[in-house]
């Protein structure tokens, strides 16, 4: 009695001690060891607890509070499976104890079983329909699984019974934004901070809605009150700073970083995880601004303070990729997958970088890319229901694009013309975009016949997106590149997957049909190292989109400077330790030649360190090179017009930047290797026409550049015809390639029907 009415006054450690004498007393009172388990929960002494309800459940077994209560003390000290099965034994002696069926929906809901929760909570509201909390928590439970209508419609009832409770408004407008019904969840959020001015999370959500609805000047007054209410919360900052360099206040955002830095924590360690994300962010927004050097450096303080984040280890491979040290950015990628297994993208990072390696082939790429397949495809298995398209050869086919770079993108310029030029007669266009859109991206969405925006969807929700879309062709433009969907190509949701333009090997997935090249690109005996069905071009595998605002070209500069400039506009990443023993050969043959490097970060001391030792560790004077970082593209193209011959680079040549470099009327000399990546120029200068400027080795590659800067001549020629040769040639013939393309498919297709 006094122990129970300790209790009752919050006097916990008194109540302890009664209860303890009263049990010592009478050790077979169940109702003082259920009443001393209740104390210790309160205390959060929860292994203490636990055997005293199992003392009491064995003096009275059925009584259903005690088992609710043992499965209270088992749940918050993390033994779900244990908790659950005394909720069930509660729930076997009452099947109408509510508390019990709520309680055990949480445990599920811990334990990621959602649709079990879901039953669970709506029995305890069919018992106490006046049960808010239980509504909450059911819409919780649909938004797991992704049924954003049934939370919608679970929490108005819950609001109904409680239009005050802010918890339940807030969550409400998470699902309608999920919906895509911006002004109701920006409403929502307006009324969960009526209710509540004071959880910074409120004001965090309406400004992720502002953003979403594209309104970023009210987004940042909304960030602003969540770190005003709750100075010490990273993640606002984090959401505030990539805003802020979104609208081109990368300083700015910077500026926000170095605020939380700043903040003087009463106990430090508690923030380590957040120093760690902040400068992460921190090295992110370097990239952004080409700092190079200064990234690394931060995402090599986010690893100092979180060396466990497969994030960091992720994004410090990425940028150690994008300075061209190949093998220390696969060390990072390796370390990323370690941490977090289950990150496909990572994984994916990994593969794309092996690419770039100097010695590999399309046969050790290949089981490289089924591990992939081994790791990631069976958590997407029957996702998707069986197909049911129609086996008509001949109807019209509904034909997928999934890809983020439909806009100003490398890709985007390798696909929009057979968009554009694809006959409405022989297929529907469906694009499914999850990239953000940008100048460009108009001119995709009026060659489609429907566009998606899939920007921010889950796989799985893009998958049925697709199946419901009954597509007969799904083709990927991304493979294991940034932002990729493969875990959408692996749930299957269209009869035939294909992969083409955006990456340049094999995927490694079972549920990719067919991968679409030419006869240069992938060769016939590689064809066993694809785990895809080759099928093959006519006139190169892409086809080309030229700038409509390029400058015109000018005839090559030497003929004036009575000097030679080479260049390479590619990724520095390219730019391997061979590449720069052989270009320096080349400037070694050449009197008086120079180079022009320029990229996105080229000059950057991270990539000109690297680079400019490598050329004087092989006798080229630095004053030999310019390094230059990114330019406008228009301002980028005219810097062609100071270059008279682009050398190409390998294994991983030049793409579009072989196309920009002839459109500018720049030769370009290549060598081509042992994987698909090392052969786009090979592949676009034979379709042009300029095989003579494929070597068949290093030696000759050397030979070549240097034959072709002592022909001045050859050279004019070249510069006035190669725009016009590039114009003529089928790969700018949009009409062509769609018919190439229409009967390749159709082909496909038909095989498909005979099945």
């Not at 400004?207 to 100075?231: H, T």
């Not at 962010?281 to 100092?304: H, P, S, T, W, Y």
């Amino acid at each position: 009695m006094f122990g129970l009415a300790a209790h009752q006054s919050e006097q916990l450690e008194d109540a302890v001690n009664l209860i303890q004498k009263s049990i010592e007393i009478n050790p077979n009172y169940d109702a003082a060891l259920g009443n001393l388990g209740n104390v210790l929960v309160a205390l959060q002494r929860y292994e203490e607890a636990i055997p005293c309800y199992l003392q009491a459940i064995d003096i009275n077994p059925n009584l259903p509070q005690l088992h609710n209560a043992l499965g209270i003390a088992l749940k918050a000290n993390g033994r779900l499976v244990e908790a659950i099965e005394s909720y069930d034994v509660a729930l076997k002696i009452d099947p109408d104890f509510t508390e019990a069926h709520y309680n055990k929906g949480n445990a599920l809901v811990r334990s990621e079983i959602f649709d079990e929760a879901i039953v669970s909570f709506e029995r305890a509201i069919a018992i106490n329909p006046y049960l808010e909390h239980a509504h909450n928590n059911l819409g919780l439970a649909y938004v797991e699984l992704e049924k954003y209508a049934d939370a919608v419609r679970v929490y108005l009832v819950g609001l109904r019974l409680d239009p005050q409770n802010d918890t339940m408004q807030f969550n409400l407008g998470n699902a309608k934004l999920k919906l895509g019904l911006i002004e109701d969840a920006i409403d929502c959020y307006r009324e969960a901070i009526a209710a509540n001015p004071n959880d910074a999370n409120y004001y965090k959500n309406l400004g992720m809605a502002f953003k979403r609805q594209g309104v970023s000047n009210l987004a940042v007054v909304e960030f602003e009150k969540a770190i005003k209410v709750q100075p010490d919360l990273a993640y606002v900052y984090l959401l505030l700073a990539n805003l802020l360099n979104n609208l081109n206040q990368p300083n700015k955002a910077i500026d926000i970083c170095q605020d939380f830095l700043n903040l003087k924590f009463e106990n430090p360690e508690d923030h380590r995880l957040d120093i760690a994300m902040i400068h992460n962010i921190l090295g992110l927004l370097f990239v952004d601004l080409a700092r190079m050097n200064e990234a690394l450096k931060n995402f090599q303080m986010a690893l100092k303070f979180d060396p466990e984040s497969a994030d960091v280890h992720s994004n410090y491979g990425t940028q150690l990729l994008s300075c061209g040290y190949i093998k220390e950015a696969i060390i990072s990628f390796e370390a990323a997958i370690r941490l977090k297994p289950e990150n496909l993208g990572v994984f994916s990072n990994k593969l794309y970088a092996l690419s770039y390696c100097i010695g590999q082939s399309a046969k050790t790429l290949y089981p490289e890319h089924l591990e992939w397949e081994k790791r990631f495809a069976k958590k997407y298995q029957n996702i998707c229901p069986q197909h049911h398209n129609s086996r008509d050869p001949e109807r019209q086919l509904r034909i997928g694009f999934v890809s983020p770079d439909l806009g100003h993108h490398p890709v985007g310029s390798l696909v929009l013309s057979l968009l554009e030029n694809l006959s409405v007669q022989s297929m529907i266009v469906i694009c499914y975009s999850s990239g953000v859109p940008d100048v460009k991206t108009d001119f995709f969405k009026a060659a489609a016949s429907i566009w998606r925006d899939a920007y921010g969807q889950s796989d799985n929700v893009l998958a049925n997106m697709i199946y419901a879309d009954e597509i007969d062709i799904l083709i990927d433009l991304s493979g294991h590149t940034g932002e990729n969907r493969l875990g959408v190509f692996a749930s299957k949701p269209a009869p035939i997957q294909m992969s083409w333009a955006g990456y340049v090997s094999t995927t490694g997935l079972s549920a990719m049909d067919y991968i679409l090249s030419d006869k240069y690109s992938i060769l016939a005996h590689e064809e066993q190292y694809y785990q895809e069905k080759v099928v093959r071009m006519p006139d190169g595998w892409v086809c080309y989109s030229p700038p409509d605002d390029a400058p015109e070209a000018t005839i090559c500069p030497c003929s004036q400077r009575g000097y030679i400039t080479f260049a390479s506009f590619s990724n520095p990443a390219k730019i391997n330790e061979d590449v720069i023993k052989i270009w320096s050969k080349i400037l070694s043959s050449v009197p008086g030649s120079r180079l022009l490097i320029k990229y996105n970060g080229a000059n950057s001391d991270a990539n000109s360190d690297r680079l400019l030792g490598g050329f004087r560790a092989n006798g080229v004077d630095s004053s030999k090179i310019t390094l230059e970082g990114t330019s406008p593209h228009v301002k980028l193209l005219d810097r062609y017009n100071d270059v008279d011959i682009a050398l190409d680079t390998f294994p991983y040549s030049g793409g579009v930047t072989t196309f920009e470099a002839l459109w500018m009327g720049v030769p370009v000399v290549t060598v081509p290797g042992q994987t698909f990546a090392s052969r786009h120029s090979q592949s676009h200068l034979s379709t042009i026409g300029l095989t003579e400027l494929i070597a068949k080795d290093r030696s000759e590659y050397v030979k070549l550049a240097v034959e072709l800067a002592d022909d001045v001549e050859r050279l004019t020629e070249l510069s006035q015809n190669l725009r016009s040769m590039v114009a003529a040639s089928p790969s700018c013939d949009g009409n062509k390639f769609a018919q190439n393309f229409i009967s390749v498919t159709r082909g496909i297709w038909r095989d498909w029907c005979s099945h």
